[in-house]
């Protein structure tokens, strides 16, 4: 994973940074799709991880929530008996 990371890391660097400054005409470009997804890609991901990560707490606290009234479901029925 550190591998990959450390690639992934080295080719947005690489993509954004250096790639500005060489030659519009330059074989290198070839290997990089244009500058504007840069900018999109990582705004994709982010809100992408948000939604998961939102979703994850919202289905937790439905969860806690249930747990609780079925707790509290059950002291009530057991003060009545």
Known sequence: ???AAT????????????MPFVD???PLHSFFPPRVWA???????ILLGSAVVGSFLGVVMIR???KKAAKAKAAAAKKKA
């Open 1 to 3: 994973m550190l591998v």
């Open 7 to 18: 690639v992934v890391f080295l080719y947005y660097s690489i993509w954004t940074l250096a």
């Open 24 to 26: 519009l005409d330059h």
């Open 39 to 45: 900018i999109r890609i990582p705004v994709i991901l």
């Open 64 to 66: 806690s929530n249930k």
